[in-house]
């Protein structure tokens, strides 16, 4: 079993940072894919970011050049830093994990253990 709880979330102006956390605990395997992902009221979760075990990253258009993931493995915790947020950043975040097989993909459904998820709200 693998634990994800994320914190960091909050309210902040167009244009503003913030940075999320995602505290990762329980087994977890040395090849692994973990995403970021959000959802906004009445719209589907999308992937924003991921990263794997490798550190190697990938992004959503919508937010590549604004947001970065990134990862301490010695403090099992998992970073998204977001940049330059607007409007349209508004949305529940969620981190994601699952055991990496060959590829990592921003699909929702490739991840098995999901946090709890935490609200940025941006305004104009």
């Known amino acids: 079993q693998v634990q994800l709880v994320e914190s960091g979330g909050g309210s902040v102006q167009a244009g503003g940072s913030l940075r999320l956390s995602c505290a990762v605990s329980?087994?977890?395997?040395?090849?692994?894919?973990m995403g970021w992902f959000r959802q906004a009221p009445g719209k589907e979760r999308e992937g924003v970011a991921l990263i794997n075990d490798a550190g190697n990253t990938w992004y959503a258009d919508s937010v590549k050049g604004r947001f970065t993931a990134s990862q301490d493995s010695a403090k099992n915790t998992l970073y998204l830093q977001m940049n330059s947020l607007k409007p349209e950043d508004t949305a529940t975040y969620y981190c994601?994990?699952?055991?990496?097989?060959?590829?990592?993909?921003?699909?929702?459904?490739?991840?098995?253990?999901w946090g709890q998820g935490t609200q940025v709200t941006v305004s104009s």
């Open positions: 329980g087994y977890t395997d040395v090849n692994y894919c």
């Open positions: 994601a994990y699952t055991t990496r097989r060959y590829g990592c993909y921003l699909s929702s459904s490739t991840y098995n253990y």
